[in-house]
């Protein structure tokens, strides 16, 4: 699969929009998953399918997609919401996946 | 709840081997593509193995093709990790994942076990 790019670090104030982008010359017939983690835990997975949010993830999270770019939106952020935040995609097999750098949301 | 627990991590030379281990319960493991996982110190997530829901069909990133083996037994549940000539550029936290099944998401993983060569 092709490299996945995100910016390495993105700053925000407690309450607005933080929008973090993935993208990929791929990316247009492409799913992408989006993962959250904390510093010493696993990832968990905030959204997949570009823009579905799994059980338990709060509304705040969304996803969208344009061409070969991928967004993550994190809507009213929280100051839990700084942490790392990861994009990923996979060939049409499903056999090789890939990972973005990883972007540092920094709420200010 | 899904649960997924790695272990087999540790301390290794240049060169030596290790297994790494991940029993996974409260889902039907035989249903489901698993992964490997790692994190270097500091780095993002890298990708390093796949393998079918049957174990029939496996793929490796480049960075550890032949030298690492991933397998697994759906009798006893459990996933495997075999890695081979170990690098110092091998040390990282290494996570058993499991395949969401839909986009090749990854949908649970483990609390992930630190191997230092």
Known sequence: SSALTQPPSVSVSPGQTASITCSGPALSDRYVNWYQQRPGRAPVMVIYKDTERPSGIPERFSGSSSGTTVTLTISGVLPEDETDYYCQSADNSGRNLVFGGGTKLTVL | ?117
């Open chain 2, 1 to 117: 709840q899904v649960q997924l627990v790695e272990s087999g991590g540790g301390v290794v030379q240049p060169g030596r081997s290790l297994r790494l281990s991940c029993a996974a319960s409260e889902f039907i493991f035989s249903a489901y593509h698993m992964h490997w996982v790692r994190q270097g110190p500091g780095k993002g997530l890298e990708w390093l193995a796949f393998i079918s829901y049957d174990g029939s069909d496996k793929n490796y990133a480049d960075s550890v093709k032949g030298r690492f083996t991933i397998s697994r037994d759906n009798s006893r549940n459990t996933l495997t990790l075999q890695m081979d000539g170990l690098r110092v550029e091998d040390t990282a936290v290494y996570y058993c994942v499991k395949d969401d099944g839909i986009t090749s998401g990854l949908d649970a993983w483990g609390h992930g076990t630190t191997v230092s060569v």
